[in-house]
């Protein structure tokens, strides 16, 4: 039977009756109330282990897709509103399937603020994984001087094919083998905590709603369990609508841990995001550490991609580990005999930015953690798969040089 692993309420302004899914190969969808151009509508996002049942009949159905997801995590994007919160639905390069109701705005859905026009809900589900080292983790494009900083794009059918000789199997994972596709009711997250409160009220014999009571909610019998619902009003910061923020923004405030600097409302979600979706991307008493990535396509790492990086750490006596990290084929690729450092290189999954160090040039620091075997055997398996040799060099080269000559020509062009 499939099971739910986490869900999210979000509340964005639709225009034109159009709107996005960003982290995902689907085109724009339409709302069905083609009647109305401009309006809020409340959104439910639900990430299952497997194909679900049909929602009960409050909801209406409206579509069935499939799709490719990016990263593992999606929003919902809207030219009023831009993305809102990141939502995470499980692996990257999987393929999944999503259903999508309808419904009349209920006191829960949303931000529950009662001025949405319509109630979507959105539940995705794993299908299958399609990592295909190809499509999926080809090199950057080539680069050449005097071309006014740009690179040459190269297609990925348009680079070399490895030799035969070098030919991998590409790895496939099952659902059970990623953190992000498991419940754990031990994580820190809303959902891990309602486990845990849904295990104390069974073990005392009583409701989960007399507990959340007890402990100081505003809560009646059967409403909605959402981070706003379940907060005691003492506990509650009160200063944003979006009840994901003000949580956010109330626990930082609590624990003595917001920057000195102040902060919007845009950072605050990104910042929230982030916590709550590393959180959904570790098992329980997972090591994490702080890792700086450099070079192209640093700035932007999605979370639950993985990569090999490298660092320079303290060569510390007996052969210890720095922080206990980068272990997942670590290699020691140069040392320092002057500092007593060395340069290693691991494989690590991205968490999410560390807001702590900030970024310097191409130098961006991440949360990470030591990879897990199957995501890891993706990252050898690229590396394995694009490996050049003189050959293939050669004949990269020469589509590079070409590329390059159209280019130059086209600038000439337009100088004339």
């Not at 605050?268 to 070079?295: M, N, Q, W």
């Not at 620091?365 to 040799?389: F, G, I, K, S």
């Amino acid at each position: 039977m499939a099971q739910l692993l986490r869900r999210l309420d979000d509340q964005i302004h639709i225009e034109y009756n159009t709107f996005g899914l960003d982290g995902t190969d689907l085109p724009a969808w339409s709302s069905p109330t083609e009647e109305i151009l401009h309006f809020p509508a409340a959104v439910r996002m639900e990430s299952w282990d497997a194909e679900p049942e049909r929602a009960d009949a409050s909801w209406t159905p409206v579509s069935s897709a499939t799709f490719v997801a990016e990263s593992g995590v999606v929003s919902i994007d809207s030219m009023a509103d831009g993305r809102r919160h990141d939502f995470l639905i499980g692996p990257p390069h999987f393929e999944y399937g999503v259903d999508m109701y309808l419904r009349e705005p209920e006191p829960g859905d949303g931000h529950g603020t009662g001025e949405c026009e319509e109630s979507w809900l959105l539940r995705f589900w794993p299908i299958r994984d399609v990592f295909d080292p190809i499509k999926h983790a080809a090199p950057f494009s080539y680069i050449a001087r005097g071309v006014l900083y740009y690179s040459i794009d190269l297609e990925p059918e348009q680079l070399v094919q490895p030799p035969a000789r070098r030919e991998v199997p590409v790895p496939v994972s099952a659902v059970a083998d990623w953190a992000s596709l498991r419940t754990d009711p031990d994580l820190d997250t809303f959902d891990g905590w309602l486990h845990r409160m849904r295990r104390k009220a069974e073990e005392r014999g009583g409701s989960l709603y007399e507990l959340l009571r007890a402990a100081g909610a505003d809560i009646e019998d059967g409403m909605d369990l959402t981070p706003a619902s379940c907060t005691p009003p003492l506990a509650r910061a009160g200063r944003f609508k979006d009840p994901l923020i003000d949580r956010y923004y109330a626990e930082q405030a609590r624990w003595g841990s917001l920057p000195g600097r102040h902060l919007g409302e845009e950072q605050l979600r990104e910042y929230a995001d982030g916590e709550r979706i590393a959180k959904e991307l570790c098992r329980s008493g997972t090591l994490t550490f702080s890792v700086p990535v450099e070079g192209r396509g640093a700035l932007h790492i999605p979370p639950g991609v993985s990569r090999r990086v490298w660092r320079w750490e303290d060569d510390l006596l007996g052969g210890e580990l720095m922080d206990g990290g980068l272990t997942v084929d670590r290699q020691i690729l140069a040392r320092n005999p002057w500092t007593r450092q060395i340069l290693v290189s691991g494989i690590v999954t991205i968490l999410r930015r560390d807001h702590e160090r900030p970024s310097r040039g191409e130098s961006v620091w991440y949360v990470v953690r030591d990879a897990e075997p199957h995501e890891a055997a993706r990252v050898l398996c690229a590396e394995a798969t694009w490996e050049e040799d003189p050959d293939q060099r050669r004949a990269l080269d020469e589509v590079a040089r070409e590329k390059l000559i159209e280019l130059r020509a086209t600038y000439r062009s337009r100088e004339r």
